[in-house]
Each structure stands twice: as C-alpha cells, then as structure tokens.
C-alpha cells in the first residue's frame, strides 16, 4: 500500500469514527413540554451513596422512596401520570456525583433531581442545576447552604438545617445541663460546621473541646481522646452513623462516658446498632449509645399507633421488605410523599418552573411532625424539631416541637395537631 | 519517484495531521449531544494523560504506578489557582503542567536509582500517600470534600447559547492535541531514539554515550507534565478537585489504559482513551441489564477491567493498536499476494 493510499485509509477510519460517535448521540430530547415529563409519566432522577462510608444505613433511602412511588403509581400516579424515579451511586465520592448528574439531566433528561444525599456531594453539583435551571428538591442534607432562594432558586432543603438542630440540641442543653462542659465530635464539612455553629449560638461558653473529623478515615482515637481530657462532660455528635459508631467504640475502650447527644442523622439505632456491632465483630450493640440525647422531626418508627407509620409500614412490607424498618425507610417515604404534593401543586401539565413555583408556595403539610419553610426567599427544609431521648433501643419523643430560623430568632412551641394522611395514602394537595 | 502526501519536516507534518483532527473534532462536537460531548472531552483528558504515561513505560521502559497522583497535582495546581487566585483558564492549565513536571524531576530522580519492581512500590507509595495529603491539610485542599471551581465560560464572540459541554471538550481536546504535537515530535526526534536505546539496553546506552539517569529523569518530566496538563483539563471538565477522583485505581486503570490501547504508540493511547471511558459505561449497563446487587454492580467495573486486561494480554499482548497493525498487515499481504484483484 502506498503511503496515499494508507493517509487516505486514516482520513476514512477518522471520519467513520466520528459518524459512528455522532450517531451514538443524536439519540437525545424528547420533544414534550417539559424534560422527562410525557402524558403518562414523569422521570425524576438522584444520587445516593449506594457504597462507599455513607452507604451504612443511607443506601435504604432511595429503594424506601422508590417504593412509595411504586405505591402511588399503582394508585394512578400523580395527576394521571406515573413517577419513574431512577437513581445512581455516587459512593458519597464528589467527583462520581458530577459524573452522575450530569448523566441524569444531560443524557437521560430527568425532570427534576429529588433527594440527591450528602453535603459535600451535593454542593458540588447545585451551580450546575442552577444553570440548567432543572429543579433540585429536598436535598438530602440538613447543609444551611441550601437555603438561598436568591442565588440558587432551583434548590430546595427537606430535612431542617443542621444550625436548626444544633440551636435547638443546644438549648435543651442549656436548660437540662447547665454549667456542664461540652465537648463536640464533628463532620468537617458544611454539615459538622453547621451544627456546631447553630450549638454554639445557644451554649456557646460551655464548649471547650470541638474535634472535627473527615470521612473516609477510619482512626478516631485522637479527637475522642482530645475531648476526654478537655474533661467534657457532655459529648455532642454532628456525625453520619459509621462515625457514631467508631466515636462511642472508642470512648468505651478509652473508658470514657459522658452523656451523649447525637444530631438526627446520626442516630438511627438500627444502623447505628448494626455498625457496632461489625465494627466491634458482635461485641457490642446499641447498649453503647442508650441513653443518648437527639433529635427528631418525623414520627418515631416505632410509634405504631401513629396513622404515617401505619401507612410507612404497610408500603414498606409490600414493596420494600428486604430492609429493617428504620428511621431510613421512613426518611426516604416521606420525602417522597412530600416530593408527590410539590408534583400535584405544580398543576396538571407540570414544567420546571411551575414545580419550583409550587414549592415556594410551600403549605405542605404530612408527616412531619412540624411546617416547612419554604417561600420565595426561604429555601430550608422543615422549621424545627423535637428533642428525643433513645430508651430501650427505641426513639421516644420529649416535650412538644419546637420552631425557630437558623439565626438568632426565638424558640416557639408547635402544637397544631398533625394531619391524617389520605384514604390509602393519596397524596393531598 | 512519488511525492509523499505530507511533507518530511517532522513538525509541519505533525501540524497539519493535528489540524485535520481539529477539523474532525469540530465537526464531531458539533453533532454530538451534550453529554456524549462530556464523554469526549473525558476521553481527551484521559488522553493526554495516557499518551503521557505511554512514552514512560513503552519508549523509556520505566513503570509508574503514580502517574493519578500526578494528575492529582496538576488538578490541585490548577483548581488552587483559578478557586483562589483567579486565574484564567489558559495560564492555570500551564502552571498545572509546569508544577506537575516540577514533581515530575523529583519523582524522576528517585526513579532514575530503581528498577522494576521497585520502581513499581516506590511510585504505588505515591498513588496512595499523595491524596492523603489533602485530609491532612484540610484548609489549603479542602479535605474530603475537594475544591470546586466555576465552569469556564465560552468566549462570548461563540453567542450566548454556546453549549458548556461543547466548550469543555474544546478545551480537553486543545489539551490533546498539543499533546499530541509536542509527543509526536519528541518520539520521532533524538530524544525519542535516547529514550528508545536506554530501554532496549542500559549498559550499550551508555557506551554510545547517552547519560541513563538523565534520559530516564527527563522521560519522567515529560510525563509527569502530560499527567499535569490532563489534571487541569480534568478539573476545567468537571470543576472539582477531590481525593476520590485520584485513587490507586485511577493510576492502574491509567497504566490498564495504555497497555490496552499499546504500549509505546499514540495511537495506542488514543484506543485506551476510548476504552477508559467506554468500558465503564458498558460494564454499568451490562450490570443493570443482569440486574445484579449494588454490591456486586459497584465492583463490576473493577473485574471488568482486569478480565479484559487478561484477555487483551492473552489474545493481542500489542493491544487494540497491535491488533489493528497487524490486521492491516495481513490485508496487505493479501494485497501483495494477489495483485490482480485490484490495482493497488
């Protein structure tokens, strides 16, 4: 072959090549009103720690969503149109959760991103939905950097911001043990920092120890060790399950007890008691975080009397048995049903800004045990809390709810009686 | 005697096949969607990074096992830069490369004292230490949560509906294409036949003159600078810079990529290029289509590396280019062996 003959044979291959890769994308967009919305469904998509040091726990969120929407499709759906909910691991690994959601707006077309977990994933993706204008519902993360309507009018909070939870933990501390020491164990991220800031608001002169820790490692030996000899006599966790686990196993060894009070997403006794039990190889078990002080904004699991547990339950039995009824699986049900009332209040023929609309708007009200915050301005997830205490391996309310902002306003109350859901579970408007 | 389609003088020849790959690009990004645009601009990055590591191991016969730390340096370098210093695109991918060959003389050094296995843990010691670095020193790097940079954004001139993926893949395939050049020409050079003699026999380097550690250090630098500049265009694709993108597997996918592709040849590194992205993707659907357990589903992509690496070493040991060089061959023969069948 002569060396035409050979350049030419390249020009050719080059070009096939590039035919052959441009036929693979010319697959794309569909041509209805909206993204990822057709007559009889709509797509939404997400990502979740599947593997990887968050899984423990967090990867029973999304197959607990999906099987609420598998529950209302088979009640005809939302507005007549089914909810496909597709999501995908990220490992809570950043650079994955870029890859990922991307793939999911860019290629797969979804509507809306839903539920996306984790601070440091999910920061890392907002400027991108932001530009894309596709809107981001109910992070899962209490990260205070979600509620910003102005600069980010896509993102929506769902869970209440971490400086909520630390004001709130740190006013009954104020109240229960005042003048004790504090030491706080801490995520150093947006997530551990927040907590920790909105703690110090309420007891900040108590604090004498904080020990931030990232994840990924698995030595926890100098913070815990830091915060004994700062002679704390309360231990406060803004820490995802695994951390929970490895901090108490250390501070048995080390034979340190102080009281101990963990941020809601800490706490789950069913992970965190599963975690200890690994990582101790079957010594220890949920005895190690009894007693402690946390959190709650949803019914307790084990509160059967109480109609969204009923009905958590009874969807969680038909189309998600493989996982232990946890705080996890109801996490993942009631947002999703609060994901359902944001679709039906987006109208008939739903589009992009209509969702966002509907969610500023706001007024949903379900399961949880008090309101959002949601309007134009106000982006964050639910209003407040109520203080919990573990007793008997179980979750047990303490006192009544209560609201406040995650700045310096005051500390209400909340007695309006929460409402019943529907007949089977139909989202109301 | 016929004249050759391109001209001898090495660069100009290297310039203008460049340019007609530019074309192709251009065309080839205009008709892709966004995100298969995205897929491109990673199989560019991934390029540099590969064509990089290709003259280390297959022209100088040096192993590295680092070369995603190395990445990792050209990524921080520039995420730092453009995050904290605002520096525009162009010169932080410069100073990424630049700073990343820097480390690149260091390593260099070191690997200039080791051989084979020992190379081979001394730069694993890097791949897995380096990132570590960032969760130690949380306030420059960020820690777990890695640094994030704002998308680069095209030049007004290309109008205000220009996709960013378009312009991502510009910039990564920029990055190959100067890679492509500058490579190309050092291969074909005096510095491509050094590089050559000091694998093929140290010690009858050396009697014809050639400094060995000085060959290997500079094969070092230059690969290192391609790991830098694929670290940039890394970090102006996806706009972050975080520990879980440099892993060790990064680094042996990288060394799986260009032995796939093969060893010592640009071509080569392009088909790893093409691989690195692909196989993951199928061995995702291939997974969802067995609809297997996340457990198994997230490792799949790992065995499925080391099953076609196997296969690949058994079946066609030259890799991808390998193969289709010696499918070419064989259509030759055939040509040469039957010339009345077309008039070749």
Known sequence: MTRTARTAALCVASVTMAAAVAGCGSSGGSSSSAPGVTKTSVTIGSHQPLTGPAAPGYSEIAPAAKAFFTYLNAQGGVNGRKINYVYKDDGYNPTNTVNVVRQLVLQRHVFAIFNGLGTPTHTKVVPFLTAEKVPDLFVASGCPCWDDGAGQPETFGWQPSYQIEGKLLGAYLKANFAGKKIGVFYQDDDFGQGGLTGLKEEVGSQVVSAQPYQPGGTNVAPQITAIQKSGAEVLVDFTIPAYTALGQLTSFKLGYKPQLVVSNVGIDPTTVGGLLKEFSKGKAGTALIEGAISDIYLPSTTDASNPWIALFKKIHDQYDAKAPFDGNVEYGMAAAYTFAQALKAAGKNPTRQSLVDAVEKGGFTGPGLVPFRFSGKQHGGYSGVQIAKLTNGAIVPVGVPQVTDPGTGPIKPYTTKQPAPGDNGVVKG | ?344
């Open chain 2, 1 to 344: 005697m016929r004249r050759p389609v391109l001209p001898r003088q090495t660069l100009v020849r290297h310039l203008l096949l460049a340019a007609g790959f530019a074309a192709v690009l251009y065309v080839v990004t205009l008709l892709l969607s966004p995100f298969d645009n995205l897929r491109l601009a990673s199989m560019a990055y991934y390029f540099v990074a590969l064509a990089g590591l290709t003259l280390l191991t297959g022209l100088n016969g040096q192993i590295s096992l680092g070369h995603g730390a190395l990445m990792a340096v050209g990524a921080y370098t520039a995420a730092i830069l453009i995050s904290r210093d605002g520096w525009a695109l162009l010169p932080a991918l410069a100073a990424a490369t630049v700073v990343t060959a820097a480390a690149g003389v260091l390593v260099g050094v070191v690997a200039a004292r080791l051989r084979g296995p020992y190379l081979a843990g001394a730069t694993l010691a890097l791949a897995v230490g380096l990132p570590g670095l960032s969760d130690k020193y949380p306030h420059a790097f960020g820690g777990e949560n890695g640094l994030t940079v704002n998308p680069p954004i095209p030049p007004s001139w290309l109008g205000a509906d220009f996709p960013l993926e378009r312009w991502e893949a510009w910039i990564a395939c920029a990055a190959g294409l100067v890679t492509f050049v500058v490579l190309a020409g050092l291969a074909r050079g005096r510095i491509g036949r050094s590089l050559r003699a000091v694998r093929d026999d140290e010690v009858a380097a050396q009697l014809s003159g050639l400094d060995v550690a000085r060959t290997q250090i500079l094969a070092f630098v230059v690969s290192a600078a391609c790991a830098g500049l694929a670290g940039g265009a890394f970090v102006a694709v996806t706009q972050i810079a975080a520990p879980g993108a440099f892993q060790l597997a990064l680094s042996l996918s990288l060394l799986t990529g260009i032995v796939l592709g093969g060893l010592g040849s640009l071509w080569g590194a392009l088909w790893g290029a093409v691989a690195l992205v692909l196989l993951p993707v199928w061995s995702d659907n291939l997974a969802h289509s067995l609809s297997l357990s996340t457990d198994v589903q997230a490792n799949l992509p790992l065995a499925v590396y080391g099953i076609v690496l196997i296969a690949a070493i058994l079946a066609a040991p030259a890799g991808i280019q390998g193969a289709v060089h010696r499918l070419a061959c064989l259509v030759k023969a055939r040509a040469v062996s039957n010339p009345n069948e077309e008039g070749a």
